[in-house]
Antibody, heavy 120, light 110 residues
Framework: QVQLQESGPGLVKPSQTLSLTCTVS??????????WSWIRQHPGKGLEWIGY???????YYNPSLKSRVTISVDTSKNQFSLKLSSVTAADTAVYYC????????????WGQGTPVTVSS | QSALTQPASVSGSPGQSITISCTGT?????????VSWYQHHPGKAPKLMIY???NRPSGVSDRFSGSKSGNTASLTISGLQAEDEADYYC??????????FGGGTKLTVL
């Protein structure tokens, strides 16, 4: 069965770029119809949708984060990635990767989440 | 985009029913039948409980049901059980071709 696993630095300095990778195992990231997503949860707060990339390469981002976010896919490694630039303490959160079946928020499949702290 | 509005907390006794509301606008909840609900136990990945307003994924108990009226969607849990205690989040597709979550509701089973 398909599984997702996030990886990346747990600590990022302010003003730097946060980079995370989600490895897809048990299936191909090139499978048609899926939206590969990033979602985060600030400490003690709710979930926040960051964005997703369609298997064809089209990207869709949260308007409030759009200027700082890039989501990309590496089909050769069966991975997709998140880059969030100019981070501040407000970007401290648990970051989840997830798979949306149709792009409407049907997240059947999630990674376990990875905590990222922004601090000097 | 603004988060959808959910009550911060709800509670109920075992066997009772509770309803969690999720209020948005005509640009999200009211404009599309793409509202989902997630159950989230701390330290675990969220679990999809309802999609497309009222559809249950395979394996989700029929004690969970969803509905929508205007700009407000609702999740009802009947026959409350101790294991239902968790945080619940709604989400909706939006007119910006994006998704938005609610602020979350903590369900306490008394």
């Amino acid at each position: 069965q398909v599984q997702l696993q996030e990886s990346g630095p747990g600590l990022v300095k302010p003003s730097q770029t946060l980079s995370l990778t989600c490895t897809v195992s048990g299936g191909s990231i090139s499978s048609s119809g899926y939206y590969w997503s990033w979602i985060r949860q600030h400490p003690g707060k709710g979930l926040e949708w960051i964005g997703y990339i369609y298997y064809s390469g089209s990207t869709y981002y949260n308007p409030s984060l759009k200027s700082r976010v890039t989501i990309s896919v590496d089909t050769s490694k069966n991975q997709f990635s998140l880059k969030l630039s100019s981070v501040t303490a407000a970007d401290t959160a648990v970051y989840y990767c997830a798979r949306d079946s149709l792009g409407y928020g049907d997240y059947y499949l999630w990674g376990q989440g990875t905590p990222v702290t922004v601090s000097s | 985009q603004s988060a959808l509005t959910q009550p911060a907390s709800v509670s109920g006794s075992p066997g009772q029913s509770i309803t969690i509301s999720c209020t948005g606008t005509s640009s999200d909840v009211g404009g599309y039948n793409y509202v989902s609900w997630y159950q989230h136990h701390p330290g675990k990945a969220p679990k999809l409980m309802i999609y497309d307003v009222s559809n249950r994924p395979s394996g989700v108990s029929d004690r969970f049901s969803g509905s929508k009226s205007g700009n407000t969607a609702s999740l009802t849990i009947s026959g409350l059980q101790a294991e239902d205690e968790a945080d619940y989040y709604c989400s909706s597709y939006t007119s910006s071709s994006s998704l938005v979550f609610g602020g979350g509701t903590k369900l306490t089973v008394l």
